[in-house]
């Protein structure tokens, strides 16, 4: 499976406008390409956004990519001052319970010859822990290339979210010191729409 992770910043005032938009108009365009798997919005506040794919193969991302660039050309680029910063890559592991409301996503940059490894401990030792944890939704391990890794962990409430950061912390220091030694970027919040193939 392929994913694909666009950050954009705009004005918050525009932040509502732009969501709805997005789902009544985006979201019917990205579910018809062949492969498509999953599409979500996260809002974290302040004028952020992140909208965040999920696709069978490379192909689809891609192709997302192209056709996301040109409806927002055509519908919101006025409302979008400057261009999304774009991360795209494997998606290694992939833990789907239930819809997610709130989401925290966390980038870390490490070596690149950990990273075979990394994913290994995070899948045998952090997903069953994660899936444990009150109001697990989802979990999502991204491979975006020269060492950057992107988690994404939904929770069906924001407590769960925020329990979340702090015993993903606790568990890298414990299990990924050496391997991922400096803290992630993190970026959190509500999860403003979620739309399946299976919807």
Not at 48 to 56: A, D, F, I, Q, S
Not at 99 to 117: L, T
Request: proline content about 7%.
């Amino acid at each position: 499976m392929h994913g694909v992770l666009s950050h954009y910043t705009l004005k918050p005032k525009d932040v509502d406008e732009v969501v709805r938009r997005i789902a009544e108009g985006g979201v019917p365009i990205i579910k018809a390409i062949p492969g498509f798997a999953s599409y979500g919005i996260l809002d974290a506040g302040g004028g952020k956004l992140v909208t965040y794919g999920v696709y069978e193969s490379k192909m689809g991302t891609d192709e997302s990519t192209k056709r996301a660039a040109t409806w927002v050309k055509e519908h919101i680029a006025s409302l979008l001052p400057t261009p999304p910063h774009v991360l795209d890559g494997e998606v290694r592991v992939r833990e789907i319970k239930g819809k997610p409301e709130y989401s925290v996503i966390r980038r870390y940059q490490v070596d690149p010859k950990n990273m075979g490894e990394i994913v290994s401990r995070a899948t045998s030792g952090f997903v069953p822990f994660v899936n444990h944890l009150p109001g697990f939704a989802t979990y999502t391990i991204l491979d975006a290339g020269k060492g950057v890794l992107v988690t994404i962990s939904g929770f069906a409430t924001r407590a769960g979210a925020d329990d979340s950061t702090k015993k993903a912390a606790a568990w890298v220091k414990e299990n990924l010191q050496t391997l991922a030694p400096n803290p992630p970027e993190i970026t959190a919040g509500k999860v403003r729409v979620i739309a399946r193939a299976t919807d």
